[in-house]
């Protein structure tokens, strides 16, 4: 079985606070694929980043950073000098194999206010 | 390129009704994802096609519920008869190889309201 935790419903910060989401997964196979994706206000799902089980390597892209740690199970996204845009609801997904369905977290709510 | 379409986008039907929602992959995707979105139990995996074929339907939540990709372009949801507890956001996301492990590229959803 598979399943992925994220224990915070909901963070506000206000703009330029660093923020950290965190995310918890449970798999029994080897290999697998973690994933975070965005959700606007606008209700679409926009892809962020993909990590398989085998690059335990950190990601930096711009004010976005991604911490994978399989000793703890946690894949965990910082978001640097947050900002008004960057409110929208974050979800973390796990995907076990190839060709397989993504299980998602219930997803993390962010506000960040002015 | 367009992206993976959805409609409708909005749909409101009393109990009973039948509804459908379509989607339309990205071209030369061969992968194809229904998901349901509520806020009581988030983002649920309803049944996904590899190559048009049908691979977990695990997540259909009961025999009202089913779904077709009679072609590599085109898929249905369709709901019959709806009830109230059926209101949701319906996602449709496509993966470009059926055995693949890249990401899901989603839909913008299909809101549907049952009175």
Known sequence: AQKVTQ????????????V???????TRDTTYYLFWYKQPPSGE??????????DEQNEISGRYSWNFQKSTSSFNFTITASQVVDSAVY????????????????GTSLLVTP | DAGVIQSPRHEVTEMGQEVTLRCKPISGHNSLFWYRQTMMRGLELLIYFNNNV???DSGMPEDRF?????????STLKIQPSEP?????????????????GELFFGEGSRLTVL
């Open chain 1, 91 to 106: 979800f973390c997904a796990l995907s076990a194999n190839s060709g397989y369905a993504l299980n998602f977290g219930k």
């Open chain 2, 66 to 74: 089913s779904a077709k990709m009679p072609n590599a372009s085109f």
């Open chain 2, 85 to 101: 507890r059926d209101s949701a956001v319906y996602f449709c996301a496509s993966r470009l190889l059926a055995g693949d492990t």
């Open chain 1, 7 to 18: 224990a915070q419903t909901e963070i506000s910060v206000v703009e330029k606070e660093d």
């Open chain 2, 54 to 56: 049908p691979i977990d």
């Open chain 1, 45 to 54: 799902l926009v892809f962020l980043i993909r990590r398989n089980s085998f």
């Open chain 1, 20 to 26: 950290t989401l965190d995310c918890v997964y449970e």
